[in-house]
């Protein structure tokens, strides 16, 4: 009897002598279908796209100058759970239109049934208000709208003006999600959310397309957008790069608040101040925030690493977005898609080291060549 390993791990066998016509190596039924299933399940929750999650919490959390914590790992996975809570509610909504339009996805084509869909959805949607719970009354205090916006969409907003900015408005919550869970406020990390959110409504317009093709005006508009933020994201990094860093404030120094005592240091995260000035509102600090040298060294490499990320965010899209600027057909548009989800990866990482997460930011975006391999062989879209 010949044994091979079966793509699920079981061991199958057949007799060597096994009649003409038939295979001496077979796979048993169960093993087939269990393969089979999980293909239709990854399918359904877009699997490759989970690697475009983690990016929001961290940027959250980094916007508010607090190092990643617990919380912020509770939030990361509240954030995947309504994420693919989303996933599986999206399909679910548009069965009867993929039956037309996409009849080899799951449901239409009957690998997964309806009320399975459903269901994950519902028990996804409550594993992730759990966990944010679990992660403070802040957190859940920005998950509930964030689930919500997620099952308004998907049950309603998707087909009407709205759509758009309904899920931009989730992948700014998200990221929000990371702040609040982190830190126990939002406010700082308004701005990333808002640059973050609206790179997602202008990939969303584009995908209102995908299935049929249509005007080259929202992946037009979608360039334009990159463009913009690219420019919003590096700008500061330009000029600290360029030798024109911000001087450096004495009250706040890395995040942290600084009592300025001439002569001497009053305790752990306080600083010397040699006495003189270079300017009005400027100080030459040193002691345990460190001599002004090291800490423009550091913003030197925040600001060229911040620039590297958006060049690499703006290079994802910009190719994409420009073909199916040129012939909007669905195959292009479905492409230019993907790669507009694939780019919030890069720019999650512009907007961390932005904050001065550098290794954070590396992190990040580690994850998107990781994200393109898998989405070769199950697509995003």
Not at 94 to 114: N, T, Y
Not at 326 to 332: D, G, V
Request: aromatic residues 2%; charged residues 15%.
């Amino acid at each position: 009897m010949t044994l091979r390993e079966s793509p699920c791990g079981c061991r199958a066998g057949a007799p060597t002598n096994a009649p003409e016509g038939t295979s001496g190596d077979t796979v048993p039924r169960a093993c087939t279908d269990r393969s089979h299933r999980s293909r239709a399940w990854a399918e359904l929750l877009r699997l490759p796209a989970l690697f475009s999650v983690p990016g929001d919490a961290l940027a959250g959390a980094a916007a508010t100058s607090v190092p990643p914590n617990s919380r912020t790992l509770l939030a990361i996975a509240s954030s995947l759970c309504l994420y693919e809570a989303g996933m599986a509610l999206n399909d679910w909504a548009d069965r009867d239109v993929d039956a037309v339009e996409r009849p080899h996805r799951p449901l239409p084509s009957g690998r997964i049934r309806p009320a399975a869909a459903f269901t994950a959805a519902c028990a996804l949607t409550g594993a992730g208000l759990a966990l944010a719970a679990g992660a403070g009354r802040p957190a859940i205090a920005v998950a509930a709208p964030l689930a919500a916006t997620v099952w308004a969409y998907d049950l309603g907003l998707k087909h009407t003006p709205a759509g758009p900015v309904a899920m931009g408005a989730a992948r700014g919550l998200d990221l929000l999600l990371g702040a609040a869970a982190t830190s126990g406020s939002t406010r700082p990390a308004l701005p990333s959310a808002a640059l973050l959110g609206t790179h997602t409504l202008a990939v969303t317009t584009v995908s209102r397309q995908e299935a049929q093709g249509g005007s080259p005006l929202p992946p037009l508009a979608a360039l334009a957008t990159t463009a913009l933020l690219t420019r919003l994201v590096t700008r500061h990094s330009a000029r600290v790069a360029g030798g024109s860093g911000q001087p450096i404030d004495p009250g706040v120094t890395g995040g942290r608040r600084l009592s300025i005592v001439p002569g001497r240091t009053r305790g752990r995260g306080q600083a010397t101040v040699s006495g003189r000035t270079r300017g009005r509102g400027q100080a030459t600090v040193s002691g345990p925030a460190g001599p002004p040298a090291v800490l423009h060294q550091g913003q030197e490499s925040g600001a060229l690493l911040t620039t590297v990320l958006g060049a690499a965010y703006a290079a994802t899209t910009a190719r994409p977005y420009f073909h199916a600027t040129l012939n909007p057909s669905p195959p292009l548009t479905q492409r230019a898609v993907g790669s507009g989800i694939r780019a919030t990866i890069p720019l999650q990482a512009a907007l961390t080291a932005r904050s001065r997460g550098t290794v954070t930011a590396l992190l990040i975006a580690a994850l998107a060549p990781l994200g393109a391999r898998f989405a070769k062989k199950v697509s995003v879209t």
